[in-house]
């Protein structure tokens, strides 16, 4: 049973199972990319699943619709960072004794080595080592030893940080992977839309979606205490060809001070790519829209001023759709309820249609429905974007410039005031995710190291003149092994022994081959 | 508007002279590959020394096996091929090594145009040109001629392989010039950041580099084919296994290969990490699946399983060049079909 364990453990930590993994972890983000996501655009999901019926719903049960948070994905990157930790875990205890070990004593024959040459110094053995190591120089680390005769050796040994290097990736990796995970625990997005003039307040209530983590959700932590008081203006600027060129948010906000009350309030201004950062929370604007204004004279003869939030149907040109809902007294059957669109910079298609040509505004139109009836029939919570028209009945229809009203049979008015923009804005919160960067900065230096140091050895065998031959040189044998990724050793190799008989006090052109045989 | 049409007018035209430089590199690079300095590599004898010579250095005498691992295949092989003569008669060898020199030029002369046509873009435009598909096509083409200029410098005896990266870079811009051209508009307000100059740089950079290594990985796979198919009997070789004859040893295009995956991973890793830090300050979360960042991390999950493969016994040379072509494959999906087909966040194309 132990036996079978290890047999897995050593199968699962094999480089080959980590490959098969990697590939694996890429086959599976693939669907991600291609099918609708649920986490990303809910509404698409649901149009899938209505037109591709059975399929679509085998699709939906495999969960493929939120790839990168079904069980099989985070199975696979599971298994790999185990995987990891088995094979990172050795690797370092085993780096840190190679760290700690001297460089090995030369081989008997240099010779035999990939690269290796020979050449005559005049000096004595000590001395030319010394000049060796110093040509070396600090990149190296060398140990001399002495061998019987006399001979001196030099262990050269360059490279170490590659391996580590290669560790500090690995484990940037993992830490990475933990921030990551912590970082989903502990954040939360809000999101809101906010129409010129109005403000909300970083609490759960006041979004219109809330994706809180799970201690979020659970309460362990609690949303920063800060509003944004107000949305003081918003400015959208485009080119002459319709092109967006710069959206910003003024805004004013205040910070909650620890004994509950208002802090001072601040001016900022958000624009696409700088967001508000306050301590550990983030306010962004992400999209923005018109808010179309109307004055309702009602059945009765009251009157009802409304701003309603149109979303934008057509991202080009912003022609946007939204609804009015006035409620007249209860059960009266007497609201009124309004569907319409606003396009911005208006374009007669002919046949009374209008469609938007421009996101600028530029003497804006105001379709409009008017339905009478019950607009909120079961009482129920209901959408702001659009009627339910089950107890309602339309009673007229109109397309309206700013200053214009209709007059329905029934004496009904709707007058088209004006608009306000709105902007809609998210807040971030995630602790993690400055620590993240730290380790993303490490993995890339790891990287650098692991992939563009190079393990060296070199080896020298210094030995002295026969004493019965007057006059025969000290020779220097040197051997050298590329430990890692060969590149060019060979040049290099080349390069080194020139330095090294650089050094020589030779009396005579001594180079007996510089190339293995 | 900061749209200056004059500079935009004089960047396209030397667009359209680097596209034909290039050509007529690519061109110069055939004729050299043509009157080679190498003959069929498979009739090389072992025994014979052959003459390397590299750009400007001095003649390096290396015996064949240094260069060239080969099968025992004796001259004149009995598989009814006869053995050609590989020490190329002088006339020719000048020829090669003369249209060899011009097609360098040509390349230097190409890119340097290149260089200009994509730095008037950004006068023009006055941002930096790499805002949209053709932008872009234009930086990763030439980063991936500056990789090979590069490759070259360091191993100068893969000169007479640049029309297999002249004609991609060729298809590319010609792609760009046509099918993905836009008119060179302000950015839209996603854009205006200096994390555009920065992530995007790294993504053309290591990208550009890493074309460079498909096409070697390409010719690699090729070269061993050709090494099995001469060992073969009574095996008819074809185009383009054929091509194998004229291409250095696996062991150099194999390394080759490797050396620019090695210097792009970093950059492509950086370029990642730059678009995830915008991601952060632009849309809210520094990581949030869409398409565009889904495919970047295929690709980085690919040629990372590639770095690992070729360490790995029983992965090494042709399992990992394949890798290292997937890896690619995932790269040009990533820029072509979801930046075109697949809507998401990185919708920058310029193209409706």
Not at chain 1, 31 to 37: A, M, V
Not at chain 1, 118 to 146: C, K
Request: hydrophobic share 45%; glycine share 10%; aromatic share 10%.
């Amino acid at each position: 049973m132990i036996r079978i364990a290890r047999k897995a453990w050593r199968r699962l930590i094999s480089m080959r199972t980590a490959l098969v993994l990697l590939f694996l972890l890429a086959l599976a983000a693939v669907p991600g990319s291609l099918l609708p996501q649920r986490p990303l655009n809910p509404t698409k999901v649901d149009a899938y699943l209505r037109t591709h019926g059975a399929w679509g719903r085998f699709l939906d049960r495999l969960g493929l619709y939120d790839v990168f948070g079904s069980a099989w994905f985070a199975a696979i990157y599971l298994l790999l960072f185990v995987s990891l930790v088995g094979c990172l875990v050795p690797r370092i205890r085993q780096h840190a004794k190679a760290m700690a070990r001297k460089p090995l004593p030369a081989p008997k024959n240099l010779d035999r080595l990939p690269e290796s040459g020979r050449f005559d110094s005049g000096d004595a053995p000590v001395a030319y080592a010394s000049a060796a190591r110093a040509t070396l120089g600090r990149r190296w680390r060398i140990v001399q030893r002495e061998e019987p005769g006399g001979v001196v050796t030099l262990s050269a040994e360059k490279g170490y940080s590659r391996e580590t290097g290669n560790l500090i990736f690995h484990v940037a990796l993992l830490s990475a992977l933990i921030l990551i995970a912590v970082g989903r625990l502990f954040s939360y997005q809000g999101s809101v839309i906010v129409q010129q003039g109005q403000g909300f307040c970083n609490s759960p209530t006041s979004y219109d979606a809330w994706r809180p983590g799970r201690m979020a959700a659970d309460g362990h932590i609690g949303p920063a205490p800060f509003c944004i008081d107000s949305l003081d203006k918003f400015t959208a600027t485009y080119t002459d060809t319709g092109e967006p060129s710069k959206f910003k948010a003024d805004v004013t906000y205040s910070k909650v001070r620890s004994d509950g009350t208002d802090g001072p309030p601040i001016k900022h201004t958000i624009t696409v790519n700088h967001p508000l950062r306050l301590s550990g929370d983030r306010v962004y604007l992400i999209g923005h829209g018109f808010a179309p204004q109307i004055t309702v004279r009602m059945p009765d003869g009251s009157v009802q001023h409304d701003q309603a939030t149109f979303i934008p149907s057509q991202p080009t040109t912003l022609l946007s759709e939204g609804a009015f809902q006035e409620q007249g007294k209860p059960d009266a059957k007497q609201d009124i309820g309004i569907e319409g669109f606003f396009a911005p910079t208006p374009q007669d298609m002919g046949n009374g249609v209008i469609t938007s040509s421009a996101p600028q505004v530029d003497n804006p139109v105001l379709g409009i429905f008017v339905y009478q009836g019950t607009v909120n029939p079961n009482g129920q919570p209901q959408s702001v974007f659009s009627l339910n028209k089950s107890k309602l009945t339309q009673i007229g229809q109109a397309n309206l410039r700013i200053g214009q009203t209709t007059r329905m049979p029934n004496g009904v008015t709707v007058t088209f005031d004006g608009w306000v923009p709105w902007a809609s804005m998210q807040v971030s919160h995630d602790p993690t995710q400055g620590y993240l960067l730290f380790a993303a900065v490490a993995m890339v230096v790891g990287l650098i190291g692991s992939l563009s140091i190079r393990r060296r050895r070199l080896w020298l065998r210094i030995t002295p003149a026969v004493a019965e031959n007057q006059g025969s040189p000290t020779v220097v044998s040197v051997g050298g092994l590329a430990r890692s990724d060969s590149g060019n050793f060979t040049t290099e190799f080349a390069g080194l022994l020139d330095r090294l008989r650089g050094v020589a006090t030779v009396a005579e052109p001594g180079l007996v081959s510089a190339r293995k045989e | 508007m900061a749209v200056n049409s004059g500079m935009a007018h004089l960047s396209d035209g030397l667009f359209t002279t680097a596209i034909a430089t290039y050509t007529l590199a690519m061109a110069t690079y055939t004729a050299e590959y043509a009157f080679g300095r190498r003959g069929r590599v498979a009739a090389t004898s072992r025994a014979e020394a052959r003459v390397l010579v590299g750009a400007g250095g001095p003649d390096v005498e290396v015996p064949a096996s240094d260069l060239e691992v080969l099968p025992e295949v004796p001259a004149g092989d009995g598989f009814g091929r006869p053995a050609s003569n590989t020490r190329l008669d002088g006339q020719k060898r000048v020829a090669g090594e003369r249209f060899g020199r011009i097609a360098v030029a040509l390349t230097i002369l190409g890119a340097t145009v290149h260089a200009a046509s994509i730095a008037l873009r950004g006068i023009a435009a006055d941002r930096v040109p790499w805002g949209n598909m053709y932008e872009f096509s234009a930086v990763v083409g030439f980063v991936a001629v500056a990789a090979f200029l590069g490759a070259l410098w360091r191993a100068p005896q893969i000169r007479y392989l640049g029309v297999f990266v002249m004609l991609p870079v060729i298809l590319l811009m010609f792609l760009a010039g046509t099918v993905l051209y836009a008119k060179d508009a302000p950015l839209v307000p996603a854009l205006q950041s200096y994390w555009l100059a920065i992530h995007v740089t790294a993504a053309a950079s290591s990208e550009g580099i890493l074309v460079t290594s498909s096409v070697f990985t390409m010719l690699f796979l090729i070269r061993q084919r050709y090494d099995v198919a001469i060992t073969t009997p009574d095996k008819r070789i074809r185009f383009p296994v054929s091509m194998g004859a004229r291409l250095p040893s696996p062991e150099t295009l194999d390394k080759v290969a490797y050396r620019t995956v090695a210097f792009a991973f970093p950059i492509y890793t950086f370029g990642v990490i730059a678009g995830a830090i915008w991601a952060e300050a632009a849309w809210g979360r520094y990581w949030g699946w869409d398409p565009k960042e889904t495919w970047a991390f295929i690709a980085w999950v690919i040629y990372a399983a590639y770095l690992h493969a070729r360490a790995t016994a029983g992965w090494k040379g042709r399992s990992a060049a394949w890798i290292n072509l997937l890896g690619f494959g995932a790269m040009t999906f990533n820029f072509f079909v979801v930046n075109i087909v697949i809507s998401g966040l990185h919708s920058y194309a310029g193209l409706n």
